[in-house]
């Protein structure tokens, strides 16, 4: 698509959910290059004003910098499919799948990706003292991780040693959410993958100074995270996890940047989701995977930018 037919450029970025910060920053860094590559750029966020107050007339193009709830689950896609508006990233029905943690994992399974094994908990018809017999049923050994099934970012994920800090973090989660997922914790290498318009850009390993990669790890500094790139995984491996991300990518229709999540553990990779908008911070992955590929950080948002498109 010609870069003529993209003159104005509107960035979605804050918004409501819990990641809000960490979009703001991802706006404000993406706003920055697309002015450095001479787009017109103006702002939008649904925090301050509803998504149908868009105006068509002044907007070319939607770029979509939002994280979390409303903004990567489909929500906004289907506000922006309604405006008939193009836009970055993946679309309505593969936003909302990569989001929902249980669809996800349902689709890995379908299509052959291995993730950790797992069972869910929902608030109305959950009973605390049968969560032994179900850990027994699936086979599950502790360390055991709890988490909601449709944040991003690791927010409210917890890392349980045994049943009764299990159990006290699900009394806690069910107050601020209706359904958990329970999974077997893998350990091992961290390997993060960064897929563009369905090829894959390349794998980076984390090594997280905290418990696991939370979201502090995630976007402070003083969190000392080490990034490397690349990942050290073998020549093999390293295609390898490359595939899978490939291989997600597609199984969940995903348009746009995508960043995948895995474990290393015993020569097997175990996919933990995937993210349809990923971060674009200074402390983001996908850019630092782009970067070690020679692909400036403005090349990429303009990558990004004229993929966009309608019925995603």
């Given at each position: 698509?010609?870069?003529?037919?993209?003159?104005?450029?509107?960035?979605?970025?804050?918004?409501?959910?819990?990641?809000?910060?960490?979009?703001?920053?991802?706006?404000?860094?993406?706003?920055?290059?697309?002015?450095?590559?001479?787009?017109?750029?103006?702002?939008?966020?649904?925090?301050?004003?509803?998504?149908?107050?868009?105006?068509?007339?002044?907007?070319?193009?939607?770029?979509?910098?939002?994280?979390?709830?409303?903004?990567?689950?489909?929500?906004?896609?289907?506000y922006f499919e309604y405006l008939k508006i193009p836009y970055t990233h993946s679309g309505v029905l593969s936003s909302y799948n990569a989001m929902n943690k249980i669809i996800s994992k349902e689709i890995f399974i379908k299509n052959k990706i291995k993730t950790?094994?797992?069972?869910?908990?929902?608030?109305?018809?959950?009973?605390?003292?049968?969560?032994?017999?179900?850990?027994?049923?699936?086979?599950?050994?502790?360390?055991?991780?709890?988490?909601?099934?449709?944040?991003?970012?690791?927010?409210?994920?917890?890392?349980?040693?045994?049943?009764?800090?299990?159990?006290?973090?699900?009394?806690?989660?069910?107050?601020?959410?209706?359904?958990?997922?329970?999974?077997?914790?893998?350990?091992?290498?961290?390997?993060?993958?960064?897929?563009?318009?369905?090829?894959?850009?390349?794998?980076?390993?984390?090594?997280?100074?905290?418990?696991?990669?939370?979201?502090?790890?995630?976007?402070?500094?003083?969190?000392?995270?080490?990034?490397?790139?690349?990942?050290?995984?073998?020549?093999?491996?390293?295609?390898?996890?490359?595939?899978?991300?490939?291989?997600?990518?597609?199984?969940?229709?995903?348009?746009?940047?995508?960043?995948?999540?895995?474990?290393?553990?015993?020569?097997?990779?175990?996919?933990?989701?995937?993210?349809?908008?990923?971060?674009?911070?200074?402390?983001?992955?996908?850019?630092?995977?782009?970067?070690?590929?020679?692909?400036?950080?403005?090349?990429?948002?303009?990558?990004?930018?004229?993929?966009?498109?309608?019925?995603?």
């Open positions: 698509m010609s870069r003529k037919k993209f003159k104005h450029v509107l960035v979605i970025l804050g918004g409501t959910s819990g990641e809000r910060a960490v979009s703001l920053e991802s706006g404000k860094a993406c706003i920055k290059a697309l002015k450095s590559k001479k787009y017109k750029v103006s702002t939008f966020d649904p925090k301050i004003r509803n998504f149908n107050l868009i105006d068509k007339r002044k907007t070319n193009v939607i770029f979509n910098a939002l994280h979390g709830r409303d903004g990567e689950d489909g929500v906004a896609q289907s950790p094994k797992f069972f869910t908990i929902k608030k109305n018809n959950f009973k605390i003292n049968k969560i032994s017999k179900i850990i027994k049923k699936n086979n599950i050994n502790f360390p055991i991780v709890s988490k909601p099934t449709n944040e991003g970012s690791s927010l409210g994920v917890k890392v349980c040693k045994n049943i009764k800090n299990l159990i006290k973090s699900v009394n806690q989660q069910l107050k601020n959410y209706n359904e958990l997922i329970i999974e077997e914790y893998i350990g091992g290498q961290e390997i993060q993958v960064a897929v563009i318009n369905g090829r894959p850009l390349g794998a980076i390993e984390l090594i997280p100074k905290r418990l696991f990669y939370d979201y502090k790890a995630k976007y402070t500094k003083k969190a000392k995270t080490e990034h490397v790139m690349p990942a050290r995984l073998s020549k093999k491996k390293y295609s390898e996890v490359l595939e899978i991300a490939k291989k997600t990518h597609q199984a969940l229709k995903c348009r746009g940047v995508t960043r995948s999540d895995f474990k290393f553990y015993n020569n097997k990779f175990y996919l933990l989701e995937i993210n349809t908008q990923p971060g674009m911070t200074s402390l983001s992955l996908v850019p630092e995977i782009a970067s070690y590929r020679s692909l400036s950080f403005e090349n990429l948002v303009e990558k990004i930018l004229l993929d966009a498109s309608i019925n995603r």
